[in-house]
């Protein structure tokens, strides 16, 4: 005998189509000195380091270059902490809540 069921979704899928359907709180790009997020030396052309690891390309856009993704850099190393760049115009920018707190701050922990 053949019973035919039903496709209700149980309470767990329930609870994940709801967080689909949260949108993720707006950030306020603010950008900082280089000098607070990576170590360096200013020179006459500007600030140097070395090359900083990216963990990936964010969807988030560089307010002063058109079109250009920002990259997250994760504290590793030499990165003071973990903050995002603009591989063409190399502005370092932290993301910032509605309530001024970082949103990079879970990712502040050391990589080593």
Known sequence: MMTASTNSPSPQQDLF???RNVRAPDFML???DPREVIEGV???EGYQSED???AGTMREHCPHCIGVQLQLILRYKFVKRSHLFC???TR?????????TSA???S???LI
Not at 92 to 100: E, F, V
């Open 30 to 32: 603010v950008q900082i």
């Open 92 to 100: 370092c920018y932290d993301a910032l809540y509605p309530d001024g």
């Open 104 to 106: 990079l701050a879970l």
């Open 108 to 110: 502040a922990m050391s």
């Open 52 to 54: 900083a690891p990216s």
């Open 87 to 89: 591989s063409s115009c």
């Open 42 to 44: 200013m020179i006459e």
């Open 17 to 19: 189509s709801e967080r």
